[in-house]
């Protein structure tokens, strides 16, 4: 299956699937107690709690975990057929940091870099192993799975392969893309408008909600900063970041699946999911990569808000619906206009 992909600043690229599962190995017990399919397992306990306490602030939802779930569509897309792609060559490899759709990536690269050396493991491993333990630190996220074994890069990728905020490049499915833009949901920008750094895509960024699908319908009205840079555009709430690149595909083709993602959201979590699995293997056979999954924490179940309308708007403020369902019934906030504030920096 072949399928090609683009994000914030996330991109094109593509996919290779493989119905092959790993062999099967005998329960083994880590040093910690826990027990895992297999042995090789156990080391990531380890990077575990060290990046919960000392990258994730003991585990939170706040701006390290946010740019490390950006890293991993940077590194993924960042592809060609000729070339692996989660393979850590953005952090190998500092040509790729140069990169215009990298923009303000350098922090988090850095501070990976650390946590990589220290625990011994490849940078594409680290890479997916981190974004999976990030978005299980968020409010209503999925578990996703995480598989080891990528052998590290030995060449960074080409230029031009990671689209800008402001384009509208993208081979990956119309629907998947819908799907893996869940992850703006616990997003906010730095670089793209330095003059508003912190600004979420959505009201609630420290939950993983269908907050950002609600909110990127209403009408913009004005622009957060003061950058009118190609990759942002207006926005419906006084704080909150559009991208441009986000609304490119809020179109015919994706209305109704963009809609979907309101109403549901058990599929909301699994289409990510499901998405962020196919994402995660761009050029490994699934064979060659061991299941992992049982390190990443199984997220706390919080029990979310409905999806809602922000304060002071109203439904005639959704300015795009599909054509072939029934829009979602949603109530507005109660009380002052919402606002939205940046995520403070760690
Ligand atoms: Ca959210």
Not at 91 to 97: C, G, K, Q, R, T
Not at 184 to 212: K, L, Y
Not at 321 to 342: H, I, K, N, R, Y
Request: charged residues 20%; aromatic residues 8%.
């Amino acid at each position: 299956m072949v399928l090609t992909i683009t994000f914030y600043s996330f991109t094109l690229c593509t996919l290779l699937l493989s119905a092959n599962a790993a062999p099967a190995h005998p329960p083994k017990k880590c040093p910690n107690g826990k027990t895992v399919k297999n042995a090789q397992c156990c080391i990531w306990f380890d990077v575990l709690d060290d990046i919960q306490e000392n990258l994730f602030d003991g585990g939170e939802c706040g701006e390290e975990a946010h740019e490390t779930l950006r890293l991993t569509f940077h590194d993924a897309i960042a592809f060609s057929p000729d070339l692996t792609a989660q393979d850590g060559s953005i952090i190998l490899f500092p040509d790729e940091l140069a990169f215009d759709a990298n923009e303000a990536i350098d922090e988090i690269v850095e501070l990976q870099k650390t946590f990589i050396a220290h625990h011994d493991v490849t940078a594409g491993d680290f890479i997916q192993f981190a974004g999976a333990v990030a978005v299980s630190n968020c409010n209503g996220s999925p578990r996703l799975e995480f598989l080891m074994g990528r052998p590290d890069a030995s060449a960074p990728a080409p230029d031009g392969l990671v689209p800008l905020p402001s384009d509208s490049r993208c081979r990956f499915s119309a629907q998947e893309l819908v799907h893996l833009l869940a992850s703006h949901s616990v997003a906010a920008q730095d670089g793209v408008d330095p003059s508003v750094p912190g600004s979420p895509f959505d009201s609630t960024p420290d939950t993983f909600d269908s907050q950002f699908y609600v909110e990127t319908l209403l009408k913009g009205t004005a622009f957060p900063g003061d950058g009118r840079d190609a990759g942002g555009v207006e926005s419906p709430l006084a704080g909150e970041f559009r991208l441009t690149s986000d609304m490119n595909w809020l179109d015919k083709r994706t209305s109704c699946e963009w809609q979907t993602q309101i109403a549901d959201h058990n599929k909301m979590m699994n289409n990510f999911k499901k998405a962020m699995a196919k994402m995660a293997i761009l050029g490994h056979d699934r064979k060659d990569l061991i299941d992992c999954s049982e390190v990443i924490p199984v997220p706390a179940r919080f029990s979310l808000p409905r999806p809602h309308l922000p304060a002071g708007r109203t439904i005639g403020d959704i300015e795009s619906s599909c054509a072939t369902a029934t829009f979602p019934s949603l109530s507005a906030d109660p009380g002052e206009e919402t606002s939205v504030p940046p995520v403070p920096p760690s």
